[in-house]
């Protein structure tokens, strides 16, 4: 008992409540392993008193509602009850199953982040047409839904057409798990057939269930009769509307045709689908069909429409027919086909359940169920990104930290960034961010270097599992990761962005490092993320790393990038940088080859740095009237300055894999670099790339690409092409794929 898990599942009802959710929760529940889960169910309870009850082994807790609003039960007293609820039951996973707003909303609200969340859907979207309820629908659906979908770590579709199309945003962490059938219980009996020609629907009688299709489906019985006079429809369900049918029955004549048998379970539901002849659903909304697939399994004929999951049930000549929404006159000729035709009934209901018994078992259906709740607690829960600066700013590992922080925190993952306050306005403070917050921690420089002076506490203080992904360009920071992550059991993820380099003052100190402590740092991370094969090889040959742990990931490319329309160009060849200023970043190259060029140019550098003050005293002495200090730019600003760039320049002498390359392919610019590692997997093929990089080596390069426009739009078409498939969410799908490995 003490190694089982206990998942809560959460419905807004349970049975004896009739209708398709209640039915593909009862049978997920009755069908899981109980050898490894303990199952308990969270209702609504319709008696108006709290209740405990026992089903199938499961402990199901009834909570009374104050009042409906449309179809859906509420009260307030619930936040209290299920806080309580919660510390009680301790689940190790929830499931809530949607989209009847109310119950699980609360518990998604209330639920401690450490708890995964797995959400069922089981319909589209609840527009009902009318002008009033669609507009609290779309503020359901935009607001608390909109949280619940978010929070939830995995989505399960109980049809495609719900996750390919009303949840599209979600599909990275969503999956499809079709309802299932028990056809053992629900089996045909041909012994038992009305003598009537009987046509069967089943479905709720509420007043959310009105798109079912009952009142039409009246309509065209009454048309119905008249072709097939001994006609019969059976009517099995209840609800508020009963009352409404039933009158309407009666005005329309049809007494003695319409029988209505309420709410039915078990073997009296089974016997009811064993005497019709034919089956018929209506549905203007339907995710899947379950009462389909049960009418399909004990071999009747269906008569439904053409939305939703249906589709995959009912096959059109095969095992029934489909018509349009609201086409009374179709739904009439189909069902005349059907009853004036046995041998035809016989034939597609033979096929119907054929179908069911191939692939819809609700055994299988629940051990999938199984493999989702194990797979979500075995993911990473916070995902802690740590990096020296970030935006605004300027910076390639900077784009990087915060496109992954931002796509992590859109698949769900409690994303958290720590940062210094260098750059960000120099104020400790915690920006909340759309999913996601940056921690800017009080820091101070030294030689370049910012230092995180209370970073070890806020990472002591992350919940157990989260995974540290240092972002290393500096020292310090990775080894306070790797310590905590010692005390706290972490693991630790390093993005190697480029080979740590000395600048400044205290630059040689940066040597010794390399040569005696980063190679250490290195090896004891649990993985690192590298850009190229070229830099994967370099770190296992040069810090003696095990290649098995390092995984080659390029960085991503926003899709506004290609966006980016050029200006007209002008008689004079706009040459455009963007880089941090220092050092290893050589600027000093194309600033002093300007005057050897043979074309008119400008050259206009986007950045800042320590070496700007050095690098502008260089412009004036060669070409101060050709070179602009742009500056810091936000990335709106940078986007312009693509737009009206010709060429790109950048003439390192090491890189990783520089985001303002990816950037200036993207937005269609050429790029000409220095052939070094971090460059060459980058441009090589798609741009010019500068052996022996030197002012001389730049102007003959730029000289000779400036001369031929062929090869120009040739290299902007490349660079375009090359750039596409690095779109953000692939890229981060990669990360994520690495961090699951830490959790097996």
């Known amino acids: 008992m003490g190694s089982k898990k206990t998942v809560l599942f959460v419905a807004p009802y349970f049975p004896p409540h009739s209708g398709g959710l209640e039915r593909y929760v009862s049978e997920i529940i009755k069908n899981i392993d109980k050898d490894t889960w303990n199952t308990v169910v969270l209702t609504t309870s319709e008696k108006g008193l709290d209740e405990r009850e026992e089903f199938e082994g499961c402990a199901v807790h009834r909570m009374h509602y ?60 609840m527009r009902k047409g009318t002008l009033v309820a669609d507009m609290l629908v779309w503020l359901y659906e935009n607001l608390p839904l909109r949280y619940v979908l978010h929070r939830a770590r995995h989505i399960i579709c109980s049809s495609d057409s719900i996750r390919l199309h009303f949840l599209s945003a979600y599909v990275h962490k969503s999956s499809t798990i079709l309802p299932g059938v028990d056809t053992e219980v629900f089996v045909p009996n041909e012994k038992i057939k009305h003598n009537r020609p009987t046509v069967l629907f089943v479905a709720g009688l509420g007043k959310g269930d009105d798109h079912k299709g009952l009142k039409i489906l009246l309509r065209s019985i009454k048309k119905v009769r008249v072709a097939v ?32 048998m309420g709410r039915l379970h078990g073997r009296a539901l089974v016997k009811e689908y064993q005497k019709a002849h034919l089956f018929v659903l209506p549905t203007k909304n339907e995710s899947f069909g379950m009462v389909i697939a049960e009418a399909m399994a004990t071999g009747l004929p269906v008569v439904s429409t053409q939305v939703g999951g249906v589709p995959l049930l009912v096959e059109t000549g095969v095992t029934g027919t489909l018509v349009e929404v609201d086409d009374t006159s179709a739904l009439t000729a189909e069902i005349i086909s059907f009853l004036k035709n046995p041998e035809k009934c016989k034939a597609f209901g033979i096929a119907g359940r054929k179908k069911v018994e191939e692939g819809f078992s609700w055994v299988q259906r629940a051990k999938v169920y199984a493999v989702v709740f194990n797979e979500v607690q075995t993911r990473p829960q916070t995902i802690a990104h740590i990096v020296g600066y ?113 600048s400044g003052k205290l ?109 502008e005293v260089l412009a004036a002495k060669t070409s101060p009237k050709k070179i602009i200090f742009a500056g810091k730019k936000s990335p709106k600003q940078v986007r312009n300055h693509y737009r009206n760039a010709d060429i790109f320049l950048i003439p390192s002498d090491k890189e990783g894999m520089p985001m303002a390359v990816l950037e200036a392919m993207a937005a269609g610019v050429p790029v000409v670099a220095s052939n070094v590692l971090g460059l060459r997997e980058s441009v090589a093929g798609v741009g010019v790339l500068v052996d022996i990089p030197s002012p001389q080596t730049f102007a003959d390069a730029l000289n000779k690409l400036a001369g031929d426009p062929a090869t120009l739009a040739v290299l902007r078409e490349q660079g375009r092409l090359f750039t596409r498939p690095l779109s953000w969410p692939m890229v981060v799908s990669r990360i994520e794929e690495v961090y699951t490995t830490l959790c097996r």
């Open 66 to 125: 104050d009042f409906q609003v449309s179809n859906t039960p509420f009260s307030f007293k619930w936040f209290l009850k299920v806080r309580y609820l919660l510390r009680e039951v301790q689940p190790d996973v929830v499931n809530v199953h949607m989209p009847v707003p109310g119950i699980g909303d609360v518990v998604a609200l209330l639920l401690p982040r450490a708890i995964p969340l797995v959400v069922t859907y089981h319909g589209e979207s």
């Open 229 to 260: 006079p001994t006609v019969q429809l059976v009517v099995v369900g209840d609800g508020t509307r009963r009352s409404y049918f039933e009158k309407r029955v009666i005005e329309s004549g049809l007494e003695d045709v319409v029988r209505f």
């Open 390 to 502: 970030y935006p605004p700013h300027l910076g390639g590992m900077e784009v990087v930290a915060t496109e992954v922080a931002k796509e992590l925190a859109r698949k769900g993952y409690d994303t958290r960034v720590f940062t210094s306050t260098l750059g960000g306005g120099g104020a400790q403070k915690v920006e909340r961010h759309r999913n996601y917050i940056v921690r800017r921690l009080g820091s101070s420089e030294f030689a370049h270097t910012p230092i995180l002076w209370s970073l070890p506490f806020h990472l002591l203080a992350l919940p157990q599992h989260s995974i540290l992904h240092v972002h290393l360009a500096q020292v310090g920071i990775p080894e306070i990761a790797l310590l905590i992550a010692k005390i706290r059991r972490f693991r630790v993820v390093i993005h190697f962005h480029l080979d740590v380099e000395p």
């Open 507 to 615: 630059g040689t100190l940066f040597l010794l490092y390399k040569k005696h402590i980063l190679g250490i740092v290195l090896r004891r991370a649990d993985r690192i993320l590298t850009f190229s094969e070229e830099q994967k090889e370099f770190v296992h040959t040069t810090y003696a790393v095990q290649k098995e742990v390092i995984h080659t990931i390029p960085n991503g490319i926003g899709s506004v990038y290609f966006k980016i329309m050029h200006t007209k160009k002008s008689d004079t060849v706009r040459l455009l940088s963007v880089s941090r200023l220092t050092v290893q970043k050589r600027l000093d190259r194309i600033i002093s080859m300007l005057p050897l060029l043979t074309f008119d140019a400008k050259l206009t550098i986007v950045g800042d740095g320590e070496d700007r003050e050095a690098l």
